[in-house]
């Protein structure tokens, strides 16, 4: 929490978005719950990590950060994150955050990917002295529908051939972020995005992993 967040919390202060405390937006027993140990997986064969399974809870709290505006938890999810970038070469690696599409950004005011990589790096740096910056160089080039309204097949095939890319450092790799990885569609496009510019993809690092697609479907309308 910045200063600012701590003067707002003082005349307004906030409540836990699980158990309704006062005091912050995600209080001390409610965010030990979010961390777990990090689990290897793997989508449409790019293969990456996540802290924890997505469920009604964890819907509510990556919700309650990106369409209500609450930003501090992001520094929630960064400080559960960051320490998966042990799992990567980080010599001349950069954070690259999944893009937002326009009217995503215009309705939310930020990417929450972006806030995400900039809160990792940043909590990298100071716990670790580990340097790894942010690379904003993928964008969404073409036209995509809402991804929580498809089905898992049309997931796959919405977003290709829809990001383009621009900027990137010459002799780096990237390190894929996201909040959450569901068919790992956006993932795979960036993937591929990077890899034709001659970018190594090293993997994905998020927040959250969905379930079975069985377990899923009552939930992806928060996605």
């Known amino acids: 929490m910045n ?23 995600l209080c001390e027993t409610c965010f030990a719950e979010i961390k777990q140990p990090i689990r290897q997986v793997s989508r449409l064969e790019i293969s990456g990590y996540a802290f924890i399974a997505y469920s009604e809870r964890v819907a509510t709290l990556i919700h309650e950060f990106k369409e209500n505006q609450q930003l501090s938890l992001a520094n929630n999810l960064s400080e559960v994150m960051w320490p998966g970038l042990h799992n990567f070469d980080l010599d001349k690696a950069l954070l690259v955050p999944m893009p937002s599409k326009k009217s995503s950004f215009a309705n939310r005011g930020f990417n929450p990917a972006e806030e995400l990589a900039k809160r990792i790096s940043r909590q990298a740096a100071r716990k670790a002295n580990t340097r790894v910056s942010v690379s904003r160089c993928l964008k969404i080039a073409g036209s995509v529908s809402d991804q929580a309204a498809l089905s898992g097949e049309a997931r796959r095939t919405n977003l290709d051939g829809t990001m383009s890319v621009a900027g990137f450092p010459a002799g780096h790799s990237a390190i894929l972020i996201d909040d959450v990885v569901t068919t790992g569609a956006t993932l795979r496009e960036a993937q591929r995005c990077l890899t034709n510019a001659g970018v190594k993809v090293q993997g994905f690092l998020t927040f959250a992993e969905t379930p079975p697609r069985n377990v899923r479907k009552r939930y992806e309308k928060l996605l």
Do not use: D, K, T
């Open 3 to 25: 200063l600012f967040e701590e003067l707002l919390n003082i005349v307004m202060p906030a409540r836990c978005i699980w158990c309704g405390q006062i005091g912050s937006v």
